[in-house]
């Protein structure tokens, strides 16, 4: 029989020990920020992933959500404030009322931006359809839900495609690609291309049996999501978009009237009180950045 000094036995059994205690501890390569795909994620000392709560970076504050992940491009209400997050994931600063951007907003209990800084930015140097009346018409439909979601109220479906055109563009078109699909997942059920178009001809259906403002305006605001997760082609999504405003224009006689219809209607389907979207439409009117004086009766025309 082989015995094993008193010493030896020791350092096995230290080893051993110090073995367990490292399976049992989670492990991080370091503390503080770490890349996941597209995304990034923050790690404490401990190794204790963040979720639901802000962190900074530099000198602009992030917020990580239930799956420890940056919110990016979205609005979100937390500890009962509203926060907007860029498409980096940064938290946006509202103006102040000095720059005359800025109104302030009894819902929110904050100062109303209808285009954020960063959004003027990228209006400059990557939208393609700034000033194409015919585009600012299809935007103009469904401009209450996409301010209400944070988007871009100039920009086609609330957001812009930076490839060439930002540092890490196409970083940010992934990810807004991949956020733009769960939303059409969650919020419609469409996980394709075939699951697209058929809520789309729901959409157009309903709006054109009920002439409905509310369903048409978010038949021109799905096409534009379709668009931003590379369901559709920006061609195919355009082309659309402007057989449904010619609908529009036959089926109201203003901008006052369609949108009227669109609140009534989102108070019939929702069950909820449309206050809150009133306010954004009247904020919208009263800003420098106006997307209803586009005329109505605009002669739309394929233009790009």
Known sequence: MIRMNTGRKWFIKAAALACAAMLMTPLTAFAGWQKEGDTYAYYEEDGTRVVNDF????NQWFYLDENGHILKNCQR??????????ERGAMDSSPSRRSGEGSKSSVSGSFFTAISSRQQYLNKTANPYMNNQTVQWFNAACAILTRHNAGNIRAFGGG??????????????????DQNRQMLK????????????????????????????????????????????DYYTETEALDLALEVAK??????????????????????????????????????????????????????????
């Open 160 to 177: 812009l495609k930076l490839a060439g055109k930002e540092e890490n563009g196409e970083e940010m078109d992934r990810a807004a690609k």
């Open 186 to 229: 969650t919020s419609w059920g469409i996980t394709d291309r075939s699951s697209a178009d058929r809520v789309l001809q729901e959409l157009l259906s309903s709006a054109s049996a009920e002439n409905s403002a509310y369903d048409y305006s978010r038949a021109m605001s799905n096409l534009g999501f379709y668009y931003l997760a």
């Open 55 to 58: 962190r900074r970076s530099g």
């Open 77 to 86: 209400e937390i500890n009962g404030k509203l926060y907007t997050f860029n």
């Open 247 to 304: 609908e529009i224009q036959k089926s109201f006689s203003s901008w006052e009237e369609f949108v009227e219809d669109y609140l009534k209607g989102y108070e019939e389907r929702s069950g909820d009180s449309s206050k809150e979207r009133r306010e954004i439409y009247e904020n919208l009117k009263a800003s420098q950045w106006n997307p209803y004086e586009v005329d109505w009766n605009l002669k739309l025309k394929k233009s790009w």
